[in-house]
């Protein structure tokens, strides 16, 4: 059995308060700012197996927004 480590980022603390409002157990965010070139991504799972899941679902979805950006 795994352990879920507790990540105190405010980015990931968005991400579980959105998915508790919601009732999601995977939630993946993508930020966006245009003019600055930049592109974040964060991701949550309510457990550890989740948590890969929706981080290799938050790492395809970065993937295909540098891919249209470009």
């Given at each position: 059995?795994s ?8 980015k990931?603390a ?5 998915g508790?409002r919601f009732?999601?157990d995977?939630v993946?965010?993508?930020?966006i700012?245009y003019?600055?070139?930049?592109l ?6 309510t ?13 395809v979805a970065y ?8």
């Amino acid at each position: 059995m795994s352990i879920l480590a507790w990540n105190p980022s405010p980015k990931v603390a968005s991400a579980r308060d959105i998915g508790k409002r919601f009732k999601k157990d995977m939630v993946i965010v993508l930020m966006i700012d245009y003019e600055q070139g930049t592109l974040e991504s964060v991701s949550y799972g309510t457990t550890p197996d989740l948590c890969d899941k929706a981080k290799q679902f938050a790492d395809v979805a970065y993937d295909a927004v540098i891919k249209a950006l470009t």
